[in-house]
């Protein structure tokens, strides 16, 4: 299946650019949220280097995001770059459980293949890359059960319109 960047740019401009005066557009090296300020109207989901993966890490972010983070860059959040320590990377994968639920949702809506990023390639420890994954894969269930947040349901219903596919199931999460 066929995943291309100006899709999912389309797909999800036409479910937000008017209704929350936010667009998705594609950027350089590093992915970031940016408020509207007196330069762009519009708030902005930019994410990197053409990845479609990106696209929807970076959207799921935006979706859990509330109204005031939305009014902050990158949301208020902090970033603790790649090289981090086993403790720094706990607290890393503790608040990227529920947006990479989201992704994962995301990816199954058009068909991509999701792959959880532990994002600390040279810590000085190894991450947990199979726990973190049932963890994750956990909040999708949770998710599946007790519903998704309604931007990242109307982005899911629009994404699998477009691409084909069934309504998700918790068979597909295995």
């Not at 979706?63 to 970033?79: F, H, S, T, V």
């Not at 090289?83 to 890393?92: P, S, V």
Request: hydrophobic fraction near 40%.
């Amino acid at each position: 299946m066929q995943h291309n960047n100006d899709d999912i740019i389309a797909i999800f401009n036409r479910c937000f650019l008017e209704s929350y005066n936010t667009e998705l557009i594609l950027g350089g090296d590093e992915p970031v949220y940016q408020p509207a300020d007196e330069d762009n109207a519009h708030h902005r989901v930019i994410f990197a280097r053409g990845y479609f993966a990106s696209a929807l890490h970076e959207i799921a972010h935006w979706c859990i995001a509330g109204p005031k983070r939305r009014l902050l860059e990158d949301y208020g959040y902090w970033y603790e770059p790649d090289g981090r320590t086993a403790q720094a990377q706990a607290e890393f994968e503790i608040v990227e459980i529920k947006p990479q639920a989201l992704e994962w949702i995301l990816a199954a809506s058009c068909g991509f293949r999701f792959q959880v990023s532990c994002d600390n390639l040279n810590g000085s420890c190894e991450p947990d890359r199979i726990g973190f994954t049932n963890k994750v894969r956990e909040q999708v269930l949770q998710y599946l059960e007790h519903g998704i947040p309604d931007r990242a349901k109307q982005l899911s219903e629009s994404l699998r319109a477009h691409y084909g596919i069934v309504p998700l199931a918790p068979v597909m999460f295995e």
